[in-house]
T-cell receptor, first 112, second 112 residues
């Protein structure tokens, strides 16, 4: 079982370009999440989805969008990247809204 | 103010020694508290979970304690190994709420 996977592993992106970070889980978890992790700030929630077809805003949603067309996939899109979006992005999933969250390996994004 | 505060921010310990990490939280009401281990370049992995009624939980050489009255938790690492070098993150959740409160982590470095 793969669990939760993210792609790409890392990316360098020019400011103003768009990018989609991919996240797929094969655990049939209902809830999925996107976090960013920055040095000295810890993990911060960007967007979440409690079930397929629904999404919600987290603590730092500006500049990001998500979709949840099915249970397994939860892509995160940066429409026009800015240098402040340089970070490590983690996708996570959980069975229900209060269960343990399982994290993917992360995507390291650098915006120049 | 962050709802979860961890201390010390970082520490270096000799292989074979014990150490204790602290977590203070203000989340209320409280559902559960988890300690996650995050190896460098990897996603966080859950070590322990404790609910309101539990005051201790072990996972191998890791022992977590919880005092829900004082809103404090600790993670004790016994007989540390080089593989214990990681960031340890305290995560607190409220009932029926999948939006977690994350601490910034305790960075532990074990040296031979």
């Amino acid at each position: 079982t793969a669990g939760i996977t993210q792609a790409p592993t890392s990316q360098i992106l020019a400011a103003g370009r768009s990018m989609t970070l991919r996240c797929t889980q094969d655990m049939r978890h209902n809830a999925m999440y996107w976090y960013r992790q920055d040095l000295g700030l810890g993990l911060r929630l960007i967007h979440y989805s409690n079930t397929a077809g629904t999404t919600g805003k987290g603590e730092v949603p500006d500049g990001y969008s998500v979709s949840r067309a099915n249970t397994d996939d939860f892509p995160l899109t940066l429409a026009s990247a800015v240098p402040s979006q340089t970070s490590v992005y983690f996708c996570a999933s959980s069975v229900g809204t209060s269960g343990e969250q399982f994290f993917g390996p992360g995507t390291r994004l650098t915006v120049l | 103010k962050n709802q979860v505060e961890q201390s010390p921010q970082s520490l270096i310990i000799l292989e074979g020694k014990n150490c204790t990490l602290q977590c203070n939280y203000t989340v209320s009401p409280f559902s559960n508290l988890r300690w996650y281990k995050q190896d460098t370049g990897r996603g966080p992995v859950s070590l322990t979970i404790m609910t309101f009624s539990e005051n201790t939980k072990s996972n191998g050489r890791y022992t977590a304690t919880l005092d829900a009255d004082t809103k404090q938790s600790s993670l004790h690492i016994t007989a540390s190994q080089l593989s214990d070098s990681a960031s340890y993150i305290c995560v607190v959740s409220a009932p029926g709420n999948n939006r977690l409160a994350f601490g910034k982590g305790n960075q532990v470095v074990v040296i031979p």
